[in-house]
């Protein structure tokens, strides 16, 4: 027995007993060369007609596809397999790796790499444990095939709950946001926008670009698709004039052959063949967006097979259909064998095609190169001993920024001040060091401020307002950046600095102030006047 699946609970998801018992069952695990999925899991499935192995306790199977799914908590993964069989989709196959003691996420991701049964990977995650090995993981596999994620403790309760849930350490969103996306990976907020995706991924070819045709048998859904195209950053498909010449020699004078092509309420059946299949040959067209509305003659899932049909003669193209129909038609597509996405609405089906532009683009994009940079060991040492010597556990920001530039990390320009112990007394008093940067090149009303040794509540206690304006700044009178109140002072923030505060104190009844970037390390002050 080389493979164990531990569905049991009461491991590192209860506390520390639990997690010495978990760590115990991982050693012997690998004490015996054994692989082993969970504890605390739903299990395994492998829909390959040759393997055909159902070992988990899913209320049903799913169907047979070519997703490879897997998922940190057991019962939202079942929940999954039952919605995605409703829609349709199937999986070749399914891991939940519950508090992942040994087999994890990016165990997954290496094993289906190259694997032909899988064309693309749901993540439903609650931690990722060893960042670079998946970022190392999923860049190269995202290039491949689609990676798509939901990653959940986004909230501190969310975090908090995942805990409790695997024994999970969610982490900090920003930086796992920053992560899936510097590695490839579509990341989805909601199970309803994985679902729509997970569909689109399985019945669409990636494009060649991004320019969108719809066809519509009605004006005002054509118009707000366009509007949601646009939003989604890919642009509409410029019908060229042979197409549009076509289009004329079978529809009736009352329709419009620009894009959107909108065909007229009256238009029967053949009509959405004919249109869509000659909007398809048109060389300026990437992707198609199919539009039905109910009007009198016309049967939605007569128009679903015609559409159906046609994507199986031109298997090169996307093609998405918008069925604003009742949900009967819905329930009917689940019963059958279904090859084209279909929406409720048109904005669905305009994200839909933005993530089929969003591979394209991360699969185009160069791989780059990561710069060496020449590293001076010896002084960066020299640092971290002397604040060991110290007794310190912690290095000023002055000292952190000399580390970094020791290590090859390029920084801004600097330059340093020591103000005197009278001019800053109360800050100095309590340990603190200020230093204030004045560089060439830089505007006059603008330096750097370290303040090492405050709190960074403290900071308006030690800025220093020009002694001519004969006051210092109060703290108060605080406005955030995000709320509007410092565009009316005709401040534009630096690119990348996302924290602003503007104080302003009354100086002799004139408004004057100091606006501060904090960036977490340092502060990048603006004295206004």
Known sequence: IKGL??????????????????????AKVRANGMRMVGPNCLGVVNTNPNVRLDACFAESLPVAGDIGFVSQSGALGGGILNI??????????????GNQADVNAETALEYWENDPDVKQILLYMESIPDPANFRKLATRISKKKPIVALKAGR??????????????????????????????????????????????????PIPKGDRVAIVTNSGGPGIMASDAVCEFGMQMAPISDETKAELRSFLPAAASVKNPVDMIASAPLEHYRRTVETVLADPNVDMVMVIYLPFLGLKDIDVARELMRIRADHPEKPIVGVFMTKSEFFQQLSEMKVTVPFYMYSEEAAEAFCRLNQQRLWQARPEGVVPQRPMDEDRALSIFKAAAAEGRRELTTRESLEVLDACGVRLLKHGQQRTAAQQHGGAVRRGGEIAQGRVAGVPKDFLILWVD?????????????????GTRPAVGGCADHRDG????????????????????PAVRGVPCGVLVWDTGCFFVVHYMN
Not at 5 to 26: M, P
Not at 85 to 95: E, P, R
């Open 453 to 469: 040794g405050i709190h960074r509540t403290r900071i308006a206690e030690a800025l220093h307002v020009p002694e001519d304006d």
């Open 485 to 504: 109140a410092w565009r009316e002072q005709g401040i534009q923030f630096p690119r990348g600095f996302f924290h602003g505060r503007l104080l302003c």
């Open 155 to 204: 909230s501190a309760a969310g975090a908090s709950a995942a805990s409790s849930h695997t024994g999970s350490l969610a982490g900090g969103d920003r930086a796992a946001d920053a992560l899936l996306k510097q590695s490839g990976v579509i990341r989805e907020m909601s199970l309803k926008d994985l679902f729509s995706t997970a569909k689109v991924f399985a019945n669409c």
């Open 5 to 26: 699946v531990v569905i049991s609970a009461g491991f590192k998801e209860t506390g520390g007993e639990g997690r010495e018992l978990e760590e115990a069952l991982a």
């Open 84 to 97: 995605l069989k409703d829609l349709n989709v199937g999986f070749a196959q399914f891991i939940s790796i």
